[in-house]
């Protein structure tokens, strides 16, 4: 909320209305003083303090994945000459003509 635009609002709102003899002296004015000292919120903030927690969550999962691929067992069994004859097969067997 615009803190300039709440003080414009209550202003109006006082000036409007008589002031009755159960209100103290300069009440508004302690009122207004008390909205103006209030700390700020800071949207960035927020922003700032989500993305450095998914930051840590991600960089922990990917410690994790990382350590578990290091672990015996958990490699896939190499085919050996099998894969590379699988995928050199179209290039021994066709020829190119230009």
Not at 37 to 48: G, I, N, Q, V
Request: proline letters at 7%; one cysteine or more.
């Amino acid at each position: 909320m615009n803190l300039f635009e709440l003080q414009r609002k209550l202003l109006e709102a006082a000036r409007s209305s008589p002031p009755s003899e159960q209100v103290p002296y300069a009440f508004e004015k302690r009122i207004m003083a008390t909205v103006t000292a209030l700390p700020k919120t800071d949207e960035w903030a927020w922003w700032s303090r989500a993305l450095w927690r998914s930051a840590a969550a991600c960089a922990g999962v990917a410690i994790l994945l990382g350590a578990w691929s290091f672990l015996p067992g958990s490699s896939p069994a190499s085919s050996g000459p099998d894969l590379e004859e699988a995928v050199l097969a179209s290039l021994n067997e066709a020829e190119v003509t230009w």
